[in-house]
């Protein structure tokens, strides 16, 4: 009974410590993050750059597991779980049922090259500025963006190197947003509504005859159903790099510095590698027998002015104040 009672401070430190841990340790926080787009693609090489970049600032406080190809549910539903706090981040298009400013990023012929697009959505750029605060009311902390490239215009029914093109072969295009069906509303286009994941068989059956996507959505998900491809630029893709507010606020200011610096340097290498990729692309689709169009710049701007005037029907959805932010902004 004596040994017993020499025990019991012994065991009293053994209790505190299964229940609080060792004095000074940090237990890890495990956090999970999607994104749409496939493995092994660039953007999803950003991913895990930026992954691995916490680990690494974070000393291991934060460890992230990715899932890329919407292994976590569709986008929309990752980004409403993002909100709820279901999810603590992810790499996400801005999903607009929560906010119609949200579609601000889509504005046709927003920005005109790269360094225009470096620019506008950095940190510092104007559509940042502009679309933090609408995040912030939602519950997001805005990290940085994702530049995806430019959106061209594929088909199967002929080369396309003006609007009246479309219209001239009886495209039927399919749209994926406000922006882009209105533009092309605008150029007499029938547009057709399908979702993502229809939309190969919906051009194999004839549902459709066009997409507009970025080259390597295009090479990598749509090669086999486009014959022809159309640098038209008319939408600049972008994933946000979001976290649920709460998350990052629970966290020390030393791993929110973390979090941004490593964001920082993986969008900055995101950008990089996408845009050259982007120029590799090119070239593999004429490899696989695609015709690539390549516009001068004479011949965006017939495109061009179908896509600005598309913005007065565009101010209907955003908002006048959005849009004249936009109009004040964009070069």
Same mark, same amino acid.
């Given at each position: $009974? ?24 940090? +237990? ?21 750059? =930026? %992954? ?10 934060? %460890? ?19 909100? $709820? ?29 790269? @360094? ?11 559509? =940042?500025? $502009?679309?933090?605060?609408?995040? @912030? ?52 286009? /029938? ?9 190969? +068989?919906?051009? /194999? +059956? ?31 893709? +972008? ?9 990052? @606020? ?5 791993? /929110? ?23 590799? %692309? =090119?070239?593999? $689709?004429? @490899?696989?027998? %695609? ?9 965006? /701007? ?30």
């Amino acid at each position: $009974m004596r040994n017993f009672k020499n025990l019991l401070p012994l065991l009293f430190v053994v209790m505190v410590i299964f229940v609080l841990g060792i004095p000074g340790s940090v +237990t890890a926080k495990k956090w999970r993050s999607g994104h749409p787009a496939p493995p092994g693609t660039p953007f999803d090489m950003a991913h895990t750059k =930026f %992954i691995d970049l916490v680990k690494e600032k974070t000393n291991g406080k934060i %460890i992230i597991d990715g899932y890329p190809a919407e292994q976590l549910g569709p986008y929309r539903d990752m980004f409403s779980n993002v909100v $709820m706090g279901v999810q603590e981040m992810g790499f996400l298009p801005a999903s607009p049922e929560f906010s119609p400013e949200l579609q601000a990023v889509t504005t046709a012929y927003l920005v005109n090259n790269w @360094d225009d697009a470096r620019k506008t959505f950095g940190t510092d750029g104007w559509m =940042f500025k $502009m679309l933090d605060p609408v995040f @912030d009311k939602l519950g997001i902390k805005m990290l940085g963006v994702l530049l995806c490239g430019f959106e061209g215009f594929g088909n199967v029914k002929g080369p396309v190197l003006f609007p009246e093109d479309i219209t001239h072969k009886n495209i039927k295009v399919r749209t994926w947003c406000p922006a882009d069906r209105l533009m092309f509303e605008e150029i007499g286009a /029938q547009t057709v509504d399908i979702s993502f994941s229809e939309l190969f +068989t919906g051009i /194999q +059956t004839g549902v459709a005859h066009a997409h507009d996507s970025t080259p390597l959505i295009s090479y990598f998900m749509f090669r086999d159903v486009t014959k022809y491809y159309t640098d038209i630029n008319h939408i600049f893709e +972008t994933l946000i790099v979001m976290v649920n507010k709460k998350r990052y @606020d629970s966290l020390s200011p030393e791993l /929110q510095q973390a979090l941004q610096e490593s964001a920082d340097e993986a969008m900055a290498y995101g950008a990089d590698i996408v845009q050259q990729a982007e120029e590799d %692309i =090119f070239k593999k $689709m004429a @490899d696989d027998g %695609i015709q690539v169009i390549r516009l001068t710049p004479e011949q965006r /701007q017939a495109w061009k002015k179908y896509g600005i005037k598309s913005w007065s029907n565009f101010e209907n959805i955003l908002g006048k104040e959005a849009m004249d932010h936009i109009r004040t902004n964009a070069k």
